[in-house]
Nanobody, 115 residues
Framework: QVQLVESGGGLVQPGGSLRLSCAAS????????MGWYRQAPGKQRELVAL???????NYSDSVKGRFTISRDNAKNTVYLQMNSLKLEDTAVYYC?????????WGQGTQVTVSP
């Protein structure tokens, strides 16, 4: 198992940027994949981005070209750089570790995009 703690959320204007961090309680070197998900009010939780242990990334069509997922194994941390933010990006963002056993989720961090 691994504990995950997200940070970096907050209030930002449309067109602005935020960087979210997901700090893990142990090494993420051997974790198959780490991901960012989000859940907006009245909507289901959706995948935003994934990164494998080999550095392969996948993105939701809605964020492709604007968001970048990365990992720093030395710091046991996964990042989500969010640029050109839109009103519809407002959501609670969750970090997830895909494990051999039960997957682990963070507690979430609120991102609000508003004029």
């Amino acid at each position: 198992q691994v504990q995950l703690v997200e940070s970096g959320g907050g209030l930002v204007q449309p067109g602005g940027s935020l960087r979210l961090s997901c700090a893990a309680s142990r090494s993420i070197f051997s974790i198959d994949a780490m991901g960012w998900y989000r859940q907006a009010p009245g909507k289901q939780r959706e995948l935003v981005a994934l990164i494998s242990s080999g550095g392969i990334t996948n993105y939701s069509d809605s964020v492709k070209g604007r968001f970048t997922i990365s990992r720093d194994n030395a710091k046991n941390t996964v990042y989500l750089q969010m640029n050109s933010l839109k009103l519809e990006d407002t959501a609670v963002y969750y970090c997830k570790a895909i494990l051999r056993g039960p997957d682990s989720w963070g507690q979430g961090t609120q991102v609000t995009v508003s004029p």
